[in-house]
């Protein structure tokens, strides 16, 4: 079967850097999502990759190994804002998104 | 950027009505849109795949005869819950991929309807 593995809660202190681990096992493998997700509110799109490595965009990266089957996204100079879930998806042979349960990260003063 | 709108953002209704929450793609045309369903402290779980003229694609476990999709136009689908329960009551987001880029990796979030039956 298809999932997705990544932690249920995280906590981290305003200013700090903190990184979410996703591992996956999918029916093949056309790229992986990060979303954030507020309270309430539709995800919004963070990152794609599709190739090893890192994609960084401010204050947010996002890293792939796919031969390990792990992604994880990591956010610096953490702000209160940044209080969310975090979703890792991804595409499969069929280009359907398959959802991780998300990571629902708390900031602290 | 490509916005998803979704009507309405929240609706309360009684056991046993219909509701019909309206999915459109604002400045891209979309042959597909996605419908899930998110329960509190759920992650998302997708429920039918929409194309543009033709009939949806429904996952397993979701009735199709009471979660009826309508995808008429490139930028509106519509999601009927019919005779609704107060299992029912969730948060139903839409998204939609632009037609425009192919297979882009992106889909486009509507900011979601919260469906609350009593």
Same mark, same amino acid.
């Given at each position: 079967?298809?999932?997705?593995?990544?932690?249920? $809660?995280?906590?981290?202190? $305003?200013?700090?850097?903190?990184?979410?681990?996703?591992?996956?096992?999918? +029916?093949?493998?056309?790229?992986?999502?990060?979303?954030?997700?507020?309270?309430? $509110?539709?995800?919004?799109?963070?990152?794609?990759?599709?190739?090893?490595?890192? $994609?960084?965009?401010?204050?947010?990266? +996002?890293?792939?190994?796919? +031969?390990?089957?792990?992604?994880?996204?990591?956010?610096?100079?953490?702000?209160?804002?940044?209080?969310? +879930?975090?979703?890792?998806?991804?595409?499969?042979?069929?280009?359907?998104?398959?959802?991780?349960?998300?990571?629902?990260?708390?900031?602290?003063? | 950027?490509?916005?998803?709108?979704?009507?309405?953002?929240?609706?309360?209704?009684?056991?046993?009505?219909?509701?019909?929450?309206?999915?459109?793609?604002?400045?891209?045309?979309?042959?597909?849109?996605?419908?899930?369903?998110?329960?509190?402290?759920?992650?998302?779980?997708?429920?039918?795949?929409?194309? %543009?003229?033709?009939?949806?694609?429904?996952?397993?476990?979701?009735?199709?005869?009471?979660?009826?999709?309508?995808?008429? &136009?490139?930028?509106?689908?519509?999601?009927?819950?019919?005779?609704?329960?107060?299992?029912? &009551? &969730?948060?139903?987001?839409?998204?939609?991929?632009?037609?425009?880029?192919?297979?882009?990796? %992106?889909?486009?979030?509507?900011?979601?309807?919260?469906?609350?039956?009593?």
């Amino acid at each position: 079967g298809q999932n997705i593995d990544q932690p249920t $809660e995280m906590t981290a202190t $305003e200013g700090a850097i903190v990184q979410i681990n996703c591992t996956y096992q999918t +029916s093949g493998f056309n790229g992986l999502f990060w979303y954030q997700q507020h309270a309430g $509110e539709a995800p919004t799109f963070l990152s794609y990759n599709v190739l090893d490595g890192l $994609e960084e965009k401010g204050r947010f990266s +996002s890293f792939l190994s796919r +031969s390990k089957g792990y992604s994880y996204l990591l956010l610096k100079e953490l702000q209160m804002k940044d209080s969310a +879930s975090y979703l890792c998806a991804v595409r499969d042979s069929n280009y359907q998104l398959i959802w991780g349960a998300g990571t629902k990260l708390i900031i602290k003063p | 950027g490509a916005v998803v709108s979704q009507h309405p953002s929240w609706v309360i209704c009684k056991s046993g009505t219909s509701v019909k929450i309206e999915c459109r793609s604002l400045d891209f045309q979309a042959t597909t849109m996605f419908w899930y369903r998110q329960f509190p402290k759920q992650s998302l779980m997708l429920m039918a795949t929409s194309n %543009e003229g033709s009939k949806a694609t429904y996952e397993q476990g979701v009735e199709k005869d009471k979660f009826l999709i309508n995808h008429a &136009s490139l930028t509106l689908s519509t999601l009927t819950v019919t005779s609704a329960h107060p299992e029912d &009551s &969730s948060f139903y987001i839409c998204s939609a991929r632009d037609v425009g880029q192919g297979d882009s990796y %992106e889909q486009y979030f509507g900011p979601g309807t919260r469906l609350t039956v009593t």
